[in-house]
């Protein structure tokens, strides 16, 4: 058996579902997060606590707004897209991921936040590396003291990389029925 075999069907799943729905909207989105399988995590800078920095994430078959949720290798944290009207992608543990609500900002208890922008984006591998806020629970100590706030609670978080590690192949079945269709609708 493949390492990814799992990954790959849930987003075969995400692919054959955006078809038949048809709309250029969902098979972008689909071919966007079927090509982000697997990918890493992590601050570019000495910023992010260990628990936080060097995550690898793996697609679920989980789903949260219409968004797939990824779980950090080791299933402890989650990313996931919170509940609109803002729709931030938010990285939390598996409480915080099964509210997936925005509370007070950032006492709403998401660990890490990518705010602007965020709304639009079709895959984790689309954020903004400057777009990042975090509470003190992912931040080393030293760096939360020093760091720029954003509101109470929550600092911006310098440079954040996210990096492909594993996507569906252009020439899997689901992937090119939906490549095509888009292309149609084009």
């Known amino acids: 058996m493949m390492p990814y075999h799992a990954p790959e069907r849930v987003v075969q799943g995400i692919l054959r579902r955006a078809c038949l729905a048809g709309t250029k909207a ?22 992010l606590n260990d628990k936080f920095q060097d995550l690898r994430f793996v697609v679920t078959d989980r789903e949260l707004r219409g968004s797939p949720v990824w779980a950090a290798v080791g299933g402890e944290l989650f990313m996931y897209r919170m509940q609109p009207p803002e729709g931030w992608i938010s990285i939390g543990d598996a409480a915080e991921c099964e509210k997936g609500v925005i509370g ?15 709304a639009a984006v079709l895959a984790p591998i689309d954020l903004s590396p400057t777009r990042w806020v975090c509470e003190r629970q992912a931040t080393m100590e030293a760096q939360y003291a020093t760091a720029k706030p954003y509101i109470s609670g929550c600092v911006y ?26 292309a149609a609708l084009a």
């Open 26 to 47: 969902e098979l972008q989105t689909a071919v966007a997060q079927a090509s982000t399988l697997m990918f890493e995590f992590g601050s570019t800078t000495p910023f």
């Open 104 to 118: 007070s900002m950032c006492s709403m208890g998401s660990s890490l936040m990518a705010t602007a922008g965020a």
């Open 157 to 182: 978080a310098p440079t954040i990389r996210i990096t492909a590690v594993h996507g569906l192949d252009g020439d899997d079945p689901a992937m090119v029925a939906a490549l095509r269709q888009l």
